[in-house]
């Protein structure tokens, strides 16, 4: 783990970008979605070889990095969660900012885990 706490109370600290440490984190702060994580994480470098490209694994590492920011970090997983719960109101306006908030969210935590 690289990073200390730096947004108020968080859960661990920020990982390393590398498959062990981002999936030893992900055990800690969401371990429902290990074996999403295993899933993507074969097809990313499936794709790799197929594509004889980088890009998919990199890919996968910034998109786990991100979502484990979230997890990580009560101020954004509540702000996520609170969004997701709305996104199907059947009030349009609630529904579009529940839309804004969740790219808001995604956006700050992308941010954070690219530095």
Do not use: C, N, Y
Not at 62 to 69: F, G, P
């Amino acid at each position: 783990m690289s990073t200390l706490a730096d947004h108020g109370r968080e859960l661990i600290p920020r990982p390393e970008q590398t498959p062990d440490a981002l999936r030893a984190a992900l055990a800690v702060v969401a371990p429902g979605r290990l074996d999403e994580m295993q899933t993507t994480k074969d097809e990313a470098f499936a794709k790799a070889v197929e594509w004889q490209s980088l890009s998919p694994v990199q890919s996968w590492v910034l998109i786990w990095a991100r979502d484990i920011e979230i997890a990580r970090r009560p101020d954004l997983s509540s702000r996520f969660a609170h969004a997701q719960s709305t996104l199907e109101h059947e009030d349009p306006a609630i529904a579009q900012e529940a839309l804004r908030e969740l790219s808001v969210v995604l956006d700050d935590a992308m941010k954070a885990v690219r530095g």
